[in-house]
């Protein structure tokens, strides 16, 4: 045995429970309002973060050690004081931003509290639904997308679509398939005030985010409780986006056959799937193995669990441009958008 090799492994281990556990810290950060409180406070002793965040002593002692053991704060031995550099702050303390990071934070609980029904499934066959996860689970998805639709999805991303957004802007159609809390919806709406939107989706909890949000921004989207049957054939839609939702359809192939026949003989269909290769050995890296977590404690367990395709999360673009040419459309090509965790795809009818 290479004692070296196990040794390195052992390493290995300790650092992915370490980083299990510093998830666990961030999420408590970002919740309990702890890295706002430290936000653009420079150096704060222990007594000063207890009063900016009004939470209970011990917890917030234990949490700010933790931080520091994980990286997360700077610590001056000398004068007792805890620092969130700024720098940490743009990522962690900047919710609706587009380089908001504590929404990943989010996403663990929820998944990981399935992990005995996941094994289960492993032995037994079928999986988790989508409703049997924590709201939290809806929650963090949309922390986690929010900030990017708000501020990418209409100015940088349908941007590269120039005809599209022409159409659009002087009033059109669009469609999103599995709008989850809206936000997506309601940027197109915001973008192209001229144009109708409608959002649909399967899962009823996550419509009356959607219509409460959109009612807070102030925007007409009208969001459909139903699976894509439910819209009908005709008038046909400019724009059919589908946003980090593919991969979770039971059946994509159905779904994407329904697209086209909904798509105007000149509409596009924009997805965004996540971003991983469709060679394993490129995908030695941390973002691919978030990805994997995520697909194996939710995306693809929760398609299993309608018997469904069971795609997963992490495609790669190979796969994802076959399905469109099996669902029918013409041409399906990767926009060349640069994002770390993101492919985008537009398909025509
Ligand atoms: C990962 S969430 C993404 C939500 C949202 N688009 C976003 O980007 O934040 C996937 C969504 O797909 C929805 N979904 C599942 N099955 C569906 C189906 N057959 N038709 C439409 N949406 C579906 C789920 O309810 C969920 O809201």
Redesign the pocket.
Known sequence: MDRQKMMAMAERVYRDIAGAMATGLGYLGAQSGLFTAMSGRGPMTLDEVVAASGLVARYVEEWLKGMVAAGYLDYDADAHTFTLPDEHAFLLSSEGTDHYMSGMFGMPPPLLAQAPRLLRAMREGGGVP?GDFAPEC?QA??VM??GN?AARLVDYWIAQLPATCATLTAGGRVL??????G??AIALAKGFPASEIVG????AA?IAEARAAAAAAGVTVKFVHA??DAIPLAPRFDLITV???LH????PLA?LTQIRARLADTGALFV?ELKVSDRLEENRHPIATMFYGFSMFH?LTQSLAHDGAGLGACLGPTKTLALFEQAGFSRADVLTIKSPTNLFYVARP
């Not at 999103?176 to 809390?181: L, S």
């Open positions: 989508f809806r998805i949309d997308n929010r639709y999103d398939v599995g709008c989850g809390h936000h997506a649909v989706d399967p899962d996550s699976t894509l946003c980090d939702s979770d359809l039971p059946d779904v965004i995306c």
